[in-house]
């Protein structure tokens, strides 16, 4: 090949490359993400994930509160779930309960949100958030200076109509009760952990499949104890993708989720359109 043409070849390539790859950022930073957070990981501050519009995973990692704050003001458009209270119980169980005139013993254990009261009236067991921050244990109050610091780049309670940043409350625990209808199996556990990533696979979560875990499991490397754990994701990866799932659901199919409890408090948004029964 001459080198006139070559050279001209090259320059063509070079150009397709670089429209490529600027196409390719430009993609990653304006097309819609959906992130769910959970305060709760055991070695670091939070763990993060994110979903693209697909339902594909973009991203699954810990981090420290700059870390988060970091990746999420890099987002155009993004819809976060939290898996945190909002804010502290402002009283309005304990008023309930004192017009329902039960025992002043019943009334001071009325530390939930209305929310939580819903939940736990459904027989979902979820921590009870206290009126003062200062007695919330340490990944509420956590939670809160995320809620805060979020406010600041401009996220917006949802629903906020035609905002490109948006951010709700979830729980892990009773967003898996109203996906399985049931109590899930305790997280730390093999089983419990299965059971949740097949939860989040069979609704289209672009996860690892649990069911390969089976297919690697031989008679020897049961003996020599080598289960082949990396094909399964850790409790609080697993709730942070519940949480980010949630907020897909909340943006593509507002009809799947539900809302409970009382603004005044904040609302708890959850995978399903409707709370059923015990």
């Known amino acids: 090949m001459p080198l006139r043409t070559y050279s001209i070849w090259l320059m063509s390539f070079l150009v397709m490359l670089v429209s490529l790859f600027r196409d390719l950022l430009t993609m990653l930073f304006t ?8 305060p709760t990981s055991r070695r670091r501050a939070f763990t993060y994930a994110a979903l693209d ?16 704050t970091a990746f999420l003001a890099a987002q155009k458009s993004a819809t976060v779930a939290v898996n945190a209270p909002a804010g502290v119980n402002r009283g309005l169980v304990r ?9 002043p013993h019943q009334i001071r254990r009325a530390e939930y949100r209305m929310a939580e009261l819903i939940l736990r009236e459904h027989g979902i067991a979820v921590s009870g958030t ?30 906020a ?22 109590a899930p199996l305790p997280k730390p556990t093999l089983e419990g952990r299965l059971q949740r990533q097949l939860i989040l696979y069979e609704r289209g979560v672009q996860i690892k ?7 690697e499991i031989t008679r020897h490397k049961m003996i020599k104890g080598a289960w082949p754990m990396e094909l399964l994701y850790l409790p609080e990866q697993l709730d942070a993708l ?37």
């Open 31 to 38: 097309e819609s993400t959906f992130i769910g957070i959970d």
């Open 53 to 68: 519009r697909d339902l594909n995973l973009v991203a699954l990692a810990e981090g420290e509160m700059e870390d988060v």
């Open 95 to 103: 008023a309930k309960m004192k017009k329902e005139t039960l025992t």
């Open 130 to 159: 206290p009126a003062s921050a200062a007695v919330c244990p340490a990944w509420m109050q956590v939670g809160f200076e995320l809620y805060r610091k979020l406010g600041k780049l401009g996220f917006k309670k949802f629903p």
């Open 161 to 182: 109509k035609d905002s490109p940043h948006q951010i709700l409350e979830t729980n892990p625990h009773a967003g898996y009760c109203v996906l399985l209808n049931d």
């Open 209 to 215: 499949d649990p069911m390969n875990f089976f297919e």
């Open 242 to 278: 519940l949480a980010a799932f949630t907020a897909w659901l909340a943006m593509n199919r507002p009809a799947q989720i539900s809302s409970i409890g009382d603004p005044k408090e904040g609302m708890i948004v959850l995978p399903d359109g409707e709370l059923k029964g015990k």
